[in-house]
Structure formats: C-alpha cells, structure tokens
C-alpha cells in the first residue's frame, strides 16, 4: 500500500500558479495518482488522474516523473475559490475490489489570499 | 446533476440507536464505499463493496455494518450508535475499471451521536 506525504498546508495569491507535491515512494507497477479537492462540507471532488510523464485538463496538470515517487498538480492562475484541501492518492483504481488501496491521507489545505 | 445522493445532511440520534444511513448513486458504478471523516485523521474507509450483496470490510468496520440489495444503493448502518461515532460520513461510487476513472463523492452526512 503506497503510502503519500503532502505538505500540511501551503498559501497562495490570486493570480499565482500553485504546485502541491505529493511523495509516494513505494508506489506499484500498477498505480495510479489521483487528485482530489474537498471544500469544507462537501465530499472531495476528483480533479485529475495520472500514470506517467503529464496530464492535463480544464482544471489542473499532474506531472509525474520518469521514476514515479513522486507527483505535483498544478493548479494555474488560482482564484479565492480554491481555497481548499487537495488529497493526493495512489492505487490501482483499475481493479475490482481495489478499494482498500485508495486511502486518503491528511491533504494539503490550500489557502489563496487576496 | 447530482450524482451521488446521501439521504440527509444533519443527523442527530441518541445512544444505542440503531442508525441507518443511505447512498444512491445514478451512474451505474459497480463499486460503492463509506467513509467517515473526522479532524486530523482525514478520510478512513469503512466499508465497501464491488458488486451487489458483496461487501469488504475496510479500515475501521467496527461497529458498522452495511447492507447493498440493489446496484444503486449502499446503506451504512451503526447497530447501537456511539458518541465516538459522531462524524461526518461520506459515501462514494466508481466503476470497475479504466484509467480515467474517479470516486464521485456525496456531499456528506453529519451525524451527531447525544
């Protein structure tokens, strides 16, 4: 069970890019790097997932490198509204039964100043 | 475009009720999961499971049982409910199998135990 270490919080201002580095060092052949964001209330949200090299979307990029241990989102230009707690999760997400892998860790809470 | 539905927000039960917490999901997902979340501990699964009437302790089933008779639904139930059971509970859905795939997350019940 790979286990992830986030920073505990980091703060940003508007306008700026953030970069959450998340360390998995015993992460498997078969894992995946998953992304979410959690408001407070709410249930976390599934932002971006990865395997290797980059992924993009509307939201974030992952960038893994070659070896893997390690992962960062990047979210571009943030805004008040993403003020958050990100969770950084590593499993195999492709197998039935698989749930016991996926295990979320304490997150980074994000908070973006004016 | 509510996806995952937890059937209430606020709960407030009293000691040694039997509790019965509900989830439906409406995206056909095979694998269903409830996790509690408390400060500083972060997201802990409890239980889940991958197919009808199939389910698998997580990391702190104790105390808990659940009960998934039809696809859609995965009900979490606290035989004689506990003040350390006072938590916010989250139920997720996701499908067997594919690298784009996520937890979609209810939007969570807070259950207060008196």
């Known amino acids: 069970l790979a286990k992830t270490t986030q920073p505990i919080s980091m703060d940003s201002y508007e306008g700026q890019e953030v970069n959450i580095t998340c360390s998995h060092n015993?992460?498997?052949?078969?894992?995946?790097i998953t992304w979410y964001q959690q408001f407070p209330s709410q249930g976390p949200r599934f932002i971006i997932q990865g395997y290797k090299t980059k992924v993009t979307n509307e939201v974030a990029s992952l960038f893994i490198p070659a070896d893997r241990k390690s992962s960062t989102l990047s979210l571009p230009r943030v805004s008040l509204s993403d003020t958050a707690v990100y969770y950084c999760?590593?499993?195999?997400?492709?197998?039935?039964?698989?749930?016991?892998?996926?295990?979320f860790g304490s997150g980074t809470q994000l908070t973006v100043l004016p | 475009d509510v996806k995952v539905t937890q059937s209430s927000r606020y709960l407030v039960k009293r000691t040694g009720e039997k509790v019965f917490l509900e989830c439906v999901q409406d995206?056909?997902?095979?694998?269903m999961f409830w996790y509690r979340q408390d400060p500083g501990l972060g997201l802990r699964l409890i239980y889940f499971?991958?197919?009808?009437?199939?389910?698998e302790k997580g990391d702190i089933p104790e105390g808990y049982s659940v009960s998934r008779e039809k696809k859609e639904r995965f009900s979490l139930i606290l035989e004689s409910a506990s003040t350390n059971q006072t938590s916010m509970y989250l139920c997720a859905s996701s499908t067997h199998g594919g690298a784009e795939n996520g937890y979609t997350f209810g939007s969570g019940t807070r259950l207060t135990v008196v």
């Open positions: 015993n992460i498997a052949t078969n894992d995946y």
């Open positions: 499971s991958y197919d009808v009437k199939m389910k």
């Open positions: 995206m056909d997902h095979e694998n």
């Open positions: 999760l590593v499993g195999d997400a492709a197998l039935r039964g698989s749930a016991r892998q996926l295990t």
